[in-house]
C-alpha cells in the first residue's frame, strides 16, 4: 500500500518503535494475530550513522518481510545530510512504507550525542532534518517528539515548526524529557497540541489497554494513538480496541492461543537470529507471562531453557497443566476488570 497518513482509516493504531522489541519478528506476530486491522508497525529506531557507514547488524535491523506491511523505519541522528543519506540508503535497499525520526527518547545514551529528545532543543536543525530527508525519499516523514525538554509547552513551536518543515504526521508522547517515564503522561497536553496542527497526530503513553486506547482518543482528539509497552506479550491490543470501536465486546485471551502465539513469535525470533538465540527471546517471555495468574511456577523453567525445544516442552505442559480459571486469560486484556484504569509506570 501506499501510505499517507492523511487518506488511513481513523482512527489510526500503530505499534510504537521500541528499542530491542519491535524487530521483525514481533512485528510479523502483531500482523498475524491482528489480520483484520492491519496496523502500522514502526519498527526500532536505527542510528543514521551506522547506516552510512555500511554497519551490516544495522542494515540487517533495516530488511522488512512482506507480512510486516505498512511498516515504517524509525531513524535516529543529528546531522541533517547524515539523515538524509541514511534515508536513502534504507529507501533503496529495503523500500519501508514510510520513515520516522527520534526527537523523543530521552535515555542518556542517545540525548548526550544531541540525538533524541535533545533535538527540540535546536529546533532549526530538527526542521532541516525533516527536510532533507523530504527532499531524498517520496515516502512520508513523521516525528516522534515529548512534550518538551523541561516545559511541556515547548512541543506547541516545535511541532508547528516540524509541520511548517514538512512532517507528515507527528507523534506526541505526552512526557518531558525530564520526567522520563515517570508520572502520567498528560493526554490534556496531547490534546492542545492536536488542535494547533493541521496534519495528523498520534497521542503515546500510559496506553497499555484496548480500553485506554478508546479513553485516549477521546480525551486527546487525535487521529490515532501509537501503542509501546501495551502491546508486549499482548500483540491481540489492536484487534481487542477495534471490537470495542466496532461496540462489539472484545475476545478474550485463551491460555492457548496465548502458547501458540508465543511459539509462533519463538520461531520467527529464531527464523531471525538463529538457533542460539533463545535466550534474548526471554525478554519476550517476561512480557507474555506478566501478571497471569498460575504461571509462576513455569516462569523459572522458561527463563532458564536455551533450545527451542525445551521451551516449547514446558509450553505443552502448561498448555496440558493449565492456568485454572478456564484458561481464560484477563491479563492487560480488555476484558480484565480494571482494564480501563490509567497504570502507574516504573522504569
Known amino acids: 500500500m501506499n501510505l499517507d497518513w492523511k487518506q488511513l482509516k481513523r482512527p489510526i493504531i500503530a505499534l510504537s518503535p521500541m528499542a530491542d522489541m519491535t524487530d521483525s519478528a514481533f512485528c510479523r506476530v502483531v500482523k498475524k494475530v491482528s489480520p483484520d486491522c492491519t496496523p502500522v508497525v514502526f519498527r526500532e529506531m536505527v542510528s543514521a550513522e551506522a547506516v552510512t557507514r555500511g554497519n551490516e547488524k544495522t542494515l540487517g535491523m533495516t530488511d522488512i518481510h512482506p507480512d510486516e506491511r505498512p511498516l515504517v523505519q524509525q531513524l535516529f541522528g543529528s546531522d541533517p545530510d547524515m539523515m538524509a543519506e541514511a534515508t536513502r540508503i534504507i529507501d533503496a535497499e529495503h523500500n519501508p512504507d514510510g520513515f520516522d525520526v527520534n526527537m523523543g527518547c530521552p535515555v542518556y545514551k542517545i540525548v548526550h550525542n544531541f540525538n533524541g529528545c535533545a533535538l527540540m532543543q535546536d529546533p532549526e536543525r530538527a526542521a532541516e532534518i525533516v527536510r532533507k530527508m523530504k527532499a531524498v525519499?517520496?515516502?512520508?516523514?513523521?516525528?516522534k517528539i515529548r512534550l518538551g525538554?523541561?516545559?511541556?509547552?515547548?512541543?506547541?513551536?516545535?511541532?508547528?515548526?516540524?509541520?511548517?518543515?514538512?512532517?507528515?504526521?507527528?507523534?506526541?508522547?505526552?512526557r518531558t524529557k525530564a520526567q522520563g517515564y515517570s508520572g502520567e503522561s498528560d493526554w490534556n497536553m496531547i490534546r492542545q497540541l492536536k488542535e494547533k496542527l493541521s496534519i495528523p497526530v498520534l497521542a503515546n503513553g500510559d496506553i497499555f489497554t484496548a480500553p485506554l486506547i478508546i479513553k485516549a482518543l477521546e480525551e486527546t482528539k487525535?487521529?490515532?494513538?501509537?501503542?509501546?509497552?501495551?502491546a508486549l506479550g499482548n500483540p491481540w491490543i489492536f484487534s481487542q480496541a477495534h471490537e470495542?470501536?466496532?461496540?462489539?465486546?472484545?475476545?478474550?485471551?485463551?491460555?492457548?492461543?496465548?502458547i501458540n502465539t508465543i511459539s509462533n513469535h519463538l520461531r520467527l525470533h529464531i527464523e531471525q537470529?538463529?538457533?542460539?538465540?533463545?535466550?534474548?527471546?526471554?525478554?519476550?517471555?517476561?512480557?507474555?507471562?506478566?501478571?497471569?495468574?498460575?504461571?509462576?511456577?513455569?516462569?523459572?523453567?522458561?527463563?532458564?531453557?536455551?533450545?527451542?525445544?525445551?521451551v516449547e516442552q514446558i509450553l505443552e505442559t502448561m498448555r496440558t497443566d493449565g492456568l485454572g480459571d478456564g484458561d481464560v486469560i484477563a491479563h492487560r486484556d480488555a476484558t480484565h476488570p480494571e482494564a480501563g484504569n490509567r497504570m502507574k509506570l516504573t522504569k
Open 244 to 258: 470495542l470501536i466496532a461496540g462489539k465486546p472484545a475476545t478474550p485471551i485463551t491460555l492457548d492461543e496465548r
Open 137 to 143: 525519499t517520496s515516502k512520508p516523514v513523521s516525528v
Open 149 to 174: 525538554w523541561i516545559d511541556p509547552t515547548d512541543c506547541f513551536a516545535f511541532a508547528k515548526t516540524l509541520e511548517e518543515a514538512g512532517a507528515d504526521m507527528i507523534t506526541i508522547h505526552g
Open 273 to 310: 537470529y538463529g538457533d542460539r538465540s533463545v535466550p534474548t527471546f526471554r525478554k519476550h517471555l517476561t512480557w507474555y507471562l506478566k501478571g497471569l495468574d498460575g504461571a509462576k511456577r513455569f516462569k523459572a523453567e522458561l527463563h532458564t531453557a536455551i533450545t527451542q525445544e525445551q
Open 222 to 230: 487525535c487521529d490515532g494513538v501509537l501503542i509501546a509497552r501495551g
